[in-house]
């Protein structure tokens, strides 16, 4: 695995005149590590940002919430560090440190909760799929071998103040000659653009790349992971012209981090039947708000069920015992009810959500619904008290069943219509051999 290394002077705010180099080392995955030739006072930070029991336990876990850095004249912010390995302690000026980064800002310094960003530039796996190219490459005759690519308008949403931007950037045709053979080759990809109501803290803009992650991941029933972020400062740089003006630009912050999920921007995607639903299925701006709102509503539900799609395969025990999980949370968060308090039998929940979607899709991937409730009720119930499920039946068609289910009742909430969902239940929800 290749890596990029970042060469620089660190301190931590604070404590502006302890500065040490290091290397910060982002691999191929977007995770960090910053190598310090020599140690910072970790301890000291821990004690300015916390007090009493917080300091004590932060020094012992040798946290630090935020670190600067300069590296070729660019600021440089490291967010939420943990102490690895550690060599020569005792002799500080001599030591090594290596701290683990969950965050990595190379444009800005900024604090963790600071409002620095007005808006972001976000890349995710899949969008260009989701949104489709047919409006814009268009093919000259069957007689002639040509195409046109067409520029469009950006498609605009807009939920609780903040503005979802979709663009659609065609590249010019570029003509490459080798020996054997001469390439017209061109393409077209797809961006967001994330505009807060007011500045905001990086992390907020991690939230909702979050959900419009899981949006895509939904659509594709394929992990979409982010390509790419850039989150754009609220200060714009200044710097003079040739004619004694003053000529302005966009601060701009790439982002970097570890992800349970790493993208593979240049892996084959999803052909255009193998999308549960597209761009052009729904308006971009009712879907984007919908589901947005949807998500926020039965997070802890999204939580569960987007959780294992971005990691690594599980076993199917596991994965039927968190549908059977999310089936009830989604349920519980769609009807407004209480499932502590509330005295609605698991079955009937399930029911419930079974008569969400169209009736037509349902009985496409469940034809017998009370069987099918009857069935996962046991599953759960033997899969929790005693991790094994030795009831002869296929847990491995009743997990893809559920899964199929609940992204149905997604897709009815976001506003989906029948016909789509119909569609997406006879393609690729329903199970393959059936």
């Given at each position: 695995m290749s890596a990029t290394t970042h060469r620089g002077h660190w301190w931590l705010p604070g404590l502006p005149d302890d500065v040490t180099t290091g290397h910060l080392v982002v691999d191929d995955s977007g995770r960090c590590t910053l190598e310090l030739i020599g140690s910072l006072d970790l301890r000291a930070a821990a004690l300015l940002e916390h007090a009493g029991d917080a300091a004590a336990k932060a020094v012992q876990q040798e946290r630090v919430r935020v670190v600067h850095g300069l590296v070729r004249g660019q600021p440089v912010t490291l967010l939420n560090c943990f102490a690895g390995h550690t060599d020569g302690f005792s002799h500080r000026d001599r030591s090594r440190v290596d701290l683990h980064v969950q965050d990595a800002l190379i444009g800005a310094h900024v604090e963790p909760d600071e409002p620095a960003f007005r808006s972001a530039l976000v890349e995710i796996e899949n969008l260009t799929g989701w949104i489709g190219v047919e409006e814009q490459v268009h093919r000259t005759s069957d007689k002639e071998e040509?195409?046109?690519?067409?520029?469009?308008?950006?498609?605009?949403?807009?939920?609780?103040?903040?503005?979802?931007?979709?663009?659609?950037?065609?590249?010019?045709?570029?003509?490459?000659?080798?020996?054997?053979?001469?390439?017209?080759?061109?393409?077209?990809?797809?961006?967001?653009?994330?505009?807060?109501?007011?500045?905001?803290?990086?992390?907020?803009?991690?939230?909702?790349?979050?959900?419009?992650?899981?949006?895509?991941?939904?659509?594709?029933?394929?992990?979409?992971?982010?390509?790419?972020?850039?989150?754009?400062?609220?200060?714009?740089?200044?710097?003079?012209?040739?004619?004694?003006?003053?000529?302005?630009?966009?601060?701009?912050?790439?982002?970097?981090?570890?992800?349970?999920?790493?993208?593979?921007?240049?892996?084959?995607?999803?052909?255009?039947?193998?999308?549960?639903?597209?761009?052009?299925?729904?308006?971009?701006?009712?879907?984007?708000?919908?589901?947005?709102?949807?998500?926020?509503?039965?997070?802890?539900?999204?939580?569960?069920?987007?959780?294992?799609?971005?990691?690594?395969?599980?076993f199917t025990e596991a994965r039927l015992l968190l549908v059977a999980i999310v089936a009830e949370a989604l349920s519980a968060g769609l009807d407004g009810i209480n499932p502590v308090t509330d005295r609605t039998t698991y079955r009937a929940r399930l029911r419930a959500l079974a008569s969400k979607p169209d009736a037509d899709a349902v009985a496409t991937i469940i034809p017998d619904v009370e069987a099918w409730a009857l069935d996962l009720h046991h599953a759960r119930n033997t899969l929790a008290h005693t991790g094994n499920d030795d009831a002869g039946r296929d847990i491995f068609e009743l997990e893809w069943r559920t899964s199929s289910l609940l992204a149905l009742v997604f897709m009815t909430e976001i506003g989906m219509s029948a016909e789509v969902q119909r569609r997406a239940a006879s393609s690729v929800l329903k199970l393959p051999w059936s």
């Open positions: 040509g195409a046109t690519l067409s520029r469009l308008e950006d498609l605009v949403a807009e939920v609780d103040g903040w503005t979802i931007t979709a663009r659609r950037t065609p590249q010019p045709f570029q003509v490459d000659a080798s020996h054997g053979r001469t390439e017209v080759r061109s393409h077209v990809a797809a961006y967001l653009v994330v505009r807060a109501p007011e500045p905001r803290p990086a992390h907020d803009y991690h939230s909702v790349v979050l959900e419009l992650m899981d949006l895509l991941t939904l659509a594709s029933g394929r992990a979409s992971g982010q390509i790419s972020l850039t989150l754009i400062h609220r200060d714009d740089q200044v710097t003079p012209d040739r004619d004694g003006s003053a000529l302005k630009y966009e601060t701009r912050v790439e982002t970097f981090g570890g992800r349970i999920h790493t993208a593979a921007p240049d892996k084959t995607g999803p052909l255009d039947w193998e999308f549960r639903f597209r761009g052009r299925d729904h308006s971009f701006e009712d879907v984007i708000p919908a589901w947005i709102r949807l998500r926020r509503q039965v997070a802890d539900a999204c939580n569960v069920f987007f959780g294992p799609q971005y990691a690594r395969p599980t």
